[in-house]
């Protein structure tokens, strides 16, 4: 009897015991924190809200016809005067377009104003003067990430609204090896000893960025030799590029500074001179670069937000920057995060693009050092092909220029790259960064690198998960 009472409390606990686990379990699946996998949506959902905020300037339908103003379309004749009259008259009005019909028309600076659209028919060339002085009085930009007075930019826009530059036609900076190009002190591109270089003045303005020299006493333009950019709208609200073609820079194509709402689609970039970046925007907010082409000396896109000491003065990054369609040629870097990253860049999104040269150097390139610092965050890459790139698909590289010789340590976290395909490269990842602040929070889902001759290079990367991710041939882990 004793031994059947027994044998019962034995198989009650028993079963006490099971439900007791079985519980547990239930409660450890039900309650469990999630797992370090990035869900692969995550970020991509803001996208729809950031567009919905890129809305281009819209212009009233009055016409000012250059030709009215003065201009002549021989390609002799020097239109400065038309193209000043025209914005002018076309500002005063209200706004509308300021057409430039079929012809070449040789120019110095233009500078737009509020509710203008400089817009270049099919078969117009405005092409811009060798001469220095037509870009005269020095207005105030930024060169290379610091602020200064310069020689103005090709086309410039200062604290403007509602602007544009549209059309079918082609702007030609006419820099090459004879002119402008030069001034880099580059023997290839046509510097011969005894000629001025950039090199003193570059030298300079860095200097009196780390000194805390007021802006308005770092006067560069006549006298110096700091190239110019080719577009730059400062300050400017509610931008529009549409079309165009540009051809032949001194310097940087397109860049925006300090604007907001900025559209710059269907415009084909062409132009390998030195530092010929195709498309900078700069502490720029809500920006839209779809449908463009890129086929540079530089690289193509090049997110940016100050130098040093005046990046980190001004602190302001570039945030909500959409890249779509877009085709990368020629360049550095197919799209680009630094080096003048000081301020920080945030939120990112590139889709859809195609990359392939054997001169273009890396697909996704981040580069920054101890001495630029910069948050960078939150950077989205999904469907782009990649034919073949010379270096790396993806390259993060702490270590640009000065290395790691400056206090202010920069951090990259949060990218997410999906369905990026690549036929050949010299390495799959190139990712460098410091012990101290390793690069975090990087997931790459569905890609396919093949030809890939020297692997992986993987220094200091903190949770780098790879999902269905395949290296010649291999699945990564």
């Given at each position: 009897?004793?031994?059947?009472?027994?044998?019962?409390?034995?198989?009650?606990?028993?079963?006490?015991?099971?439900?007791?686990?079985?519980?547990?379990?239930?409660?450890?699946?039900?309650?469990?924190?999630?797992?370090?996998?990035?869900?692969?949506?995550?970020?991509?959902?803001?996208?729809?809200?950031?567009?919905?905020?890129?809305?281009?300037?819209?212009?009233?339908?009055?016409?000012?016809?250059?030709?009215?103003?003065?201009?002549?379309?021989?390609?002799?004749?020097?239109c400065s005067a038309a193209f000043r009259s025209a914005i002018e008259a076309c500002h005063r009005a209200g706004g509308g377009r300021v057409v430039v019909p079929a012809g070449i028309f040789l120019t110095g600076a233009i500078h737009l104003k509020s509710n203008v659209n400089l817009c270049l028919s099919?078969?117009?060339?405005?092409?811009?003067?060798?001469?220095?002085?037509?870009?005269?009085?020095?207005?105030?930009?930024?060169?290379?990430?610091?602020?200064?007075?310069?020689?103005?930019?090709?086309?410039?826009?200062?604290?403007?609204?509602?602007?544009?530059?549209?059309?079918?036609?082609?702007?030609?900076?006419?820099?090459?090896t004879t002119a402008w190009w030069p001034w880099t002190g580059n023997r290839r591109m046509g510097w011969k000893r005894g000629n001025p270089s950039q090199r003193?003045?570059?030298?300079?303005?860095?200097?009196?960025?780390?000194?805390?020299?007021?802006?308005?006493?770092?006067?560069?333009?006549e006298g110096h030799?700091?190239?110019?950019?080719?577009?730059?709208?400062?300050?400017?609200?509610?931008?529009?590029?549409?079309?165009?073609?540009?051809?032949?820079?001194?310097?940087?194509?397109?860049?925006?500074?300090?604007?907001?709402?900025?559209?710059v689609r269907g415009v084909t970039v062409s132009s390998h001179g030195p530092n010929n970046d195709g498309c900078?925007?700069?502490?720029?907010?809500?920006?839209?670069?779809?449908?463009?082409?890129?086929?540079?000396?530089?690289d193509c896109i090049a997110i940016k937000s100050g130098r040093n000491v005046d990046g980190r003065r001004i602190h302001v990054p570039s945030?909500?920057?959409?890249?779509?369609?877009?085709?990368?040629?020629?360049?550095?870097g197919g799209l680009v995060i630094g080096s003048e990253v000081s301020g920080g860049v945030r939120n990112v999104f590139a889709e859809n693009c195609t990359m392939d040269s054997p001169n273009l150097d890396r697909a996704l390139r981040i580069k920054t050092n101890s001495v630029r610092g910069g948050m960078i965050e939150n950077i989205y890459m999904r469907n782009i092909t990649v034919g073949q790139v010379a270096e790396a698909v993806v390259l993060i590289d702490f270590f640009y220029e000065e290395g790691d010789t400056g206090s202010y340590v920069p951090t990259v976290q949060k990218l997410r790259i999906q369905h990026v395909k690549s036929k050949g490269s010299q390495y799959g990842?190139?990712?460098?960064?410091?012990?101290?602040?390793?690069?975090?929070?990087?997931?790459?889902?569905?890609?396919?690198?093949?030809?890939?001759?020297?692997?992986?290079?993987?220094?200091?990367?903190?949770?780098l998960v790879m999902r269905r991710v395949i290296i010649n041939g291999q699945m990564q882990n």
């Open positions: 009897m004793q031994s059947s009472l027994l044998s019962k409390r034995i198989r009650i606990l028993r079963k006490a015991l099971l439900l007791f686990l079985f519980l547990s379990l239930t409660a450890s699946f039900l309650f469990a924190q999630p797992t370090a996998v990035p869900d692969a949506g995550d970020g991509w959902e803001q996208l729809p809200a950031i567009l919905a905020k890129i809305v281009p300037p819209v212009f009233k339908p009055a016409e000012f016809d250059l030709l009215t103003y003065g201009a002549a379309g021989d390609g002799k004749t020097d099919k078969g117009a060339v405005v092409r811009f003067s060798h001469d220095p002085t037509k870009y005269l009085p020095a207005v105030f930009t930024r060169w290379e990430g610091t602020e200064c007075y310069n020689y103005s930019p090709f086309i410039y826009a200062f604290e403007q609204t509602n602007i544009a530059v549209t059309g079918e036609g082609t702007l030609d900076g006419q820099a090459d003193q003045d570059r030298i300079a303005l860095m200097d009196m960025s780390e000194k805390g020299v007021p802006v308005e006493q770092r006067i560069f333009g030799f700091l190239r110019p950019n080719f577009i730059q709208p400062y300050r400017c609200t509610n931008v529009l590029i549409e079309g165009v073609t540009v051809v032949h820079s001194p310097m940087w194509e397109i860049h925006p500074v300090l604007c907001t709402n900025v559209t900078d925007p700069e502490s720029c907010a809500d920006v839209l670069i779809r449908n463009c082409t890129f086929d540079t000396g530089d945030q909500n920057i959409v890249v779509q369609g877009c085709t990368m040629k020629d360049g550095h990842l190139f990712l460098k960064g410091y012990e101290r602040s390793p690069i975090d929070d990087i997931f790459l889902e569905d890609c396919e690198f093949e030809n890939v001759k020297m692997g992986n290079v993987i220094n200091n990367v903190r949770d």
